[in-house]
């Protein structure tokens, strides 16, 4: 067996990384602007998100309900983030990591940090599988 590592397998190439970055914009851009068929473009069918939420009563941190991608496409197509003026639309959306298939994408939008999951599926290209979130101001409620 052959221990090293052969570089050119692993290394994306910028079609992965114009792709990964497509993604992630269709998400965070579809958000805001309640583009319900940006948003389901983005998502893989078996999406998970979640953010944590602090018991009121305990004070301990618990995952909150998690939303699938219909829901993420329903909240979209209700509205989204299209609240928020255009002006205050100003999403850093960074490639932090990609191996091969996977890949990590931070994004910091007006009202949340987002840490994204990507997966690359033949015939489908780069998809969300994961998301965890929280809100970048105080704190959500169960």
């Keep these: ?3 090293a590592v052969q570089p ?8 992965d990384f114009d792709a990964i970055m497509r993604t992630s ?5 579809g958000w805001y602007n309640a583009d319900a068929e940006r948003m389901r473009r983005a998502l893989h ?9 602090q018991n009121p009563d305990t004070r301990e941190w618990q995952l909150w309900r998690p939303t699938t991608a ?3 496409v329903e ?9 928020v003026p255009e002006p205050e639309r100003q999403y850093q959306v960074t490639i932090t990591n990609v191996f091969r298939h996977i890949a990590t994408v931070q994004c910091v939008s007006p009202d949340f940090m987002d840490y994204l999951h990507l997966a690359k599926f033949e015939g489908q290209g780069w998809l969300i599988v994961n998301v965890l979130w929280e809100v ?3 704190e959500l409620s169960p």
């Design 45 to 53: 069918p078996d999406l998970v998100k979640r953010t944590l939420v």
């Design 8 to 15: 050119a397998s692993i290394l994306p190439s910028q079609e």
């Design 136 to 138: 970048r101001e105080g």
């Design 75 to 83: 909240y979209t197509r209700k509205g989204g983030g299209s609240k």
């Design 70 to 72: 219909e829901m993420m």
């Design 1 to 3: 067996m052959n221990d």
């Design 25 to 29: 914009m269709d998400y965070v851009d």
